[in-house]
């Protein structure tokens, strides 16, 4: 294939949490991906999307996925992706239906692909165990010293003094905070759609406590079995849902007494179901759904 011809794309999204795929099993391989990231998710002049995601072959799996954020960032993991790619694998005929793995940033994933039709599949995901210590999420506890554990319910410097919203939202402004091989804070408050997560979400993100800069969740509890989150996306901003970020709100639920080891995680684009077994894997279940396909002149 020659430099100037155009590359074939997939448009796909899990529970609203979109990407545009480039199947590099049959397209060349982009040269800048990071460039062609920030290009193809403009939502004004390019594709649209949170991010782009490279399936490419792997050596020890079905497939391995690469993943850029919008601002041309990469990131370790997305389970909302690592679906779309597994149903994307299945779907070109890469792999059969049923169990498959998947390589990726945070190691190699089994999952199982069920389509629903030619253009959706459900998929089940094993995320694997969460990392808990502080150093390994990472988050700098001001104080804690290195060998700090598992931060849960922890005065978060992140979030400064109080601020009017607090009260309106019912937000308890202590953190909890959880690696899927990407790290994650999560906060509880009553009422998630209140929350200014455009003002507060960066600010957050960003913050000198988080070397790796970080996800960010705000969870309203409904029962011990469902909540309903609100996502800011590290690199990506507003998503519709974030895969390991309902991962680890199951597991900050949990840990904190608020909810039980088995979820529905209400997202804005859906609802994703999790559970944390007892030997300390989490799985999550949700779809993935082909949107459109189209070329891309400059990949």
């Known amino acids: 294939m020659t430099h ?9 999204h899990g529970a609203g949490n979109d990407y545009v795929y480039i199947d590099c099993f049959t397209e060349r391989v982009p040269t800048d991906p990071q460039t062609l990231a920030t290009q193809i998710s403009d939502r004004h002049r390019g594709i649209g999307g949170d991010g782009l995601v490279l399936v490419l ?4 799996a079905a497939a391995r996925m690469r993943m850029f954020n919008a601002d041309g960032s990469e990131a370790e993991m997305c389970g909302n992706g690592v679906r779309c790619v ?4 299945v779907a070109r005929g890469h792999a059969p239906e049923g169990p498959i793995t998947i390589e990726t940033g945070r190691g190699v994933l089994s999952l199982v692909v069920t389509r629903s039709s030619n253009r959706s599949s459900m998929v089940r995901v094993d995320m694997g165990q969460p990392l808990l210590r502080a150093a390994d999420i990472p988050v700098c506890i001001p104080n804690a010293g290195a060998a700090a554990e598992q931060v849960v319910d922890a005065i ?17 402004p202590r953190m909890t905070c959880v690696s899927m091989g990407n790290p994650h804070v999560i906060f509880f408050c009553k009422d ?22 970080v996800n960010v969740h705000f969870v309203e509890v409904l029962s011990q079995e469902h909540v309903r989150m609100r996502t800011w996306e590290r690199g990506s901003g507003i998503t519709q849902a974030c895969g390991t970020g309902a991962s680890a709100v ?14 529905a995680a209400e997202v804005p684009g859906g609802v994703l179901h999790l559970e944390w077994d007892e030997a300390g894997t989490v799985f999550m279940t949700g779809p993935a759904e082909e949107v459109f396909e189209g070329t891309w002149q400059n990949a």
């Not at 100037?4 to 796909?12: A, D, E, R, S, Y």
């Not at 072959?57 to 020890?60: A, E, T």
């Not at 597994?86 to 694998?89: G, P, R, S």
């Not at 998630?192 to 800069?213: S, Y």
């Open 57 to 60: 072959p792997s050596k020890v």
């Open 250 to 263: 199951c597991v900050a639920g949990a840990l904190s007494g608020r909810t039980g080891r088995r979820v």
């Open 156 to 172: 978060c410097p992140a979030v400064g003094q109080a601020e009017p919203w607090w009260q309106a939202v019912g937000l308890d």
């Open 4 to 12: 100037n011809q155009p590359t074939l794309f997939v448009k796909m």
């Open 86 to 89: 597994a149903h994307l694998v």
């Open 192 to 213: 998630t759609a209140r929350v200014p997560l455009e003002i507060i979400g960066p600010k957050i993100e960003t913050h000198a406590i988080f070397p790796k800069r």
